[in-house]
């Protein structure tokens, strides 16, 4: 199993506050509404929560594809993440041979 991200533990803990419940009970694959029961009061409450937590403005139009607590990880991890290595140019190299 790979290791879990910052963001998914705090997502999964602020879940888990929130509902009261232990932290492991809350899994990647859970729905928001229909697993953890969340409606839709609930949901803004924690889209507001999420946005100060990570600094970042989740758009109305985006709400729609938060479903699963795996989709609001993803979602955070692309807004907040750094960029992966392979998205960085390449460095500068010196040429081999060639001489000032």
Do not use: H, Q, W
């Not at 533990?9 to 932290?23: E, H, N, P, S």
């Amino acid at each position: 199993m790979p290791a879990e991200t910052d963001i998914s533990i705090r997502i999964r803990t602020a879940l888990a506050t929130y509902l009261k419940r232990d932290v492991k009970t809350i899994k990647p694959s859970d729905a928001l509404r229909n697993d953890l029961g969340l409606d839709s009061m609930a949901t803004i409450e924690l889209v507001y929560e999420i946005e100060d937590a990570f600094a970042v403005e989740i758009p109305d139009k985006d709400l729609p594809t938060l479903v699963t607590v795996a989709n609001v990880i993803a979602y955070l991890e692309e807004r907040v993440a750094p960029a992966p290595a392979t998205a960085r140019p390449p460095s500068p190299r010196a040429k081999p041979g060639k001489k000032g």
